[in-house]
């Protein structure tokens, strides 16, 4: 069965409904890969490194995300309450609607595993 993808949407309203384009492409990147830490989500949008972890730093502290540390990176991940459940499923219907060229760029699993041997 072929299913047809509903019409793409603009994002830079969203940045509005969330504050800045920061927060917005935090709550997207944690939504779509699951888990993220401040280094890889500011590589990932070309974003200072500050930027990344006042919005994460943020989330946390509004109960939206919780954090371990992994190594020596720490790691967040969505907190399972009804105001992320909600938000989630909105930020997942938004990214079923981005346009190609931005799922592309931004939201596509990685391709290669990370180095064995690497720390």
Not at 11 to 26: D, H, T
Not at 32 to 40: L, M, R, S, V
Not at 76 to 95: G, H, K, M, Q, W
């Amino acid at each position: 069965m072929d299913t047809v993808k509903e019409a793409s949407i603009s994002e830079a309203p969203l940045f509005g409904l969330f504050g800045s384009k920061a927060a917005y492409q935090v709550l997207m990147y944690l939504e779509n890969y699951g888990q993220g830490y401040a280094a890889e989500i500011a590589r990932t949008f070309g974003m200072s490194l500050s930027q990344v972890q006042n919005q994460l730093r943020k989330f946390e502290e509004l109960g939206l995300f919780v954090s371990r540390k992994e190594g020596t990176a720490r790691v967040y991940y969505f907190n399972r309450n009804p105001i992320a459940d909600t938000l989630r499923e909105f930020l997942r219907s938004v990214l079923d609607r981005l346009p190609d060229a931005t799922i592309q760029k931004f939201y596509r699993e990685r391709k290669r595993p990370r180095r064995y041997d690497k720390r």
